[in-house]
């Protein structure tokens, strides 16, 4: 192992976790937003609404990441009528193809978690909130949500983390994140092993940042903040019980 290339490299290999940050910061805030919507469509009634849902979830959970980057970078710029319209101006570019591909993958699977948790969200409450008058927003709003939001933020937190970890397939398309400068350092000086070794670790400290904010956040919305309890004082005595009869201590 050689230490000098490894530490040589860092600040490029910084520079590359900064695009990394970027684009999973990005997609994440979409991808919600997405998920959001796509939940809600998907505990609607209406045909008209949760079978396209269905369908984007089947399709995004059911195909590799990998491919679904491939054909909207490489697919789509086969189409000639893709190429002559506006949305070529961002289709063209490698960054925009793979922030649509995260943002919609992560959207398939985070609108599932939403919606087992508003699911695990207890009928009780619900029922007793429509006794009282509440409207259906105002329910959603008072009562599904927050408590959707402590159930399904563990799971929510893992798939975070799957995503920075799946963001490495941006380099496929010729993105210079961490993985890309790590491969294009690593095709000059030969040496893999050291460039891939430094971006492992800079892929864990992203992790373990991710990890300790989301177990900040469960910690502040679970309420669980329990206060050491005062020691009680033992009597100096035994107290007498007072419910057996005490001899007068006289005899005949």
């Given at each position: 192992m050689n230490i000098g290339v490894m530490i040589d490299s860092i600040p490029a290999l910084l520079g590359g976790a900064g695009l990394t940050l970027q684009l999973v910061g990005l997609a994440v805030v979409i991808g919600f937003v997405i998920a959001v919507l796509v939940a809600l469509a998907r505990l609607s009634r209406s045909p008209l609404l949760w079978l396209p849902a269905y369908g984007f979830v089947f399709f995004f959970r059911g195909t590799p990441l990998l491919v679904q980057i491939f054909l909207i970078y490489y697919g789509l710029s086969q189409f000639s009528a893709v190429r002559d319209s506006a949305l070529w101006v961002?289709?063209?570019?490698?960054?925009?193809?793979?922030?649509?591909?995260?943002?919609?993958?992560?959207?398939?699977?985070?609108?599932?978690?939403?919606?087992?948790?508003?699911q695990a969200v207890p009928r009780g409450q619900i029922e007793a909130a429509m006794a009282i008058g509440m409207s259906r927003l105002t329910r959603l709003r008072r009562i599904v949500m927050p408590q959707a939001v402590r159930i399904g933020l563990p799971a929510y937190g893992n798939e975070v983390i799957l995503l920075i970890k799946a963001s490495s397939l941006a380099s496929t398309v010729t993105l210079l994140d961490l993985t890309g400068v790590a491969r294009t350092i690593s095709s000059v000086n030969y040496m893999p092993v050291e460039l891939l070794s430094v971006a492992a670790l800079i892929y864990l400290a992203m992790t373990f940042?991710?990890?300790?904010?989301?177990?900040?956040?469960?910690?502040?919305?679970?309420?669980?903040?329990?206060q050491p309890r005062a020691a009680v004082p033992l009597p100096d005595q035994p107290?007498?019980?007072?419910?057996?009869?005490?001899?007068?201590?006289?005899?005949k």
């Open positions: 961002i289709l063209r570019e490698p960054f925009w193809c793979a922030l649509i591909a995260f943002s919609l993958n992560t959207a398939a699977y985070s609108a599932e978690i939403v919606r087992g948790a508003v940042v991710v990890t300790r904010a989301f177990k900040v956040i469960e910690y502040l919305l679970s309420g669980d903040r329990r107290v007498p019980d007072q419910s057996l009869p005490v001899a007068s201590g006289k005899t």
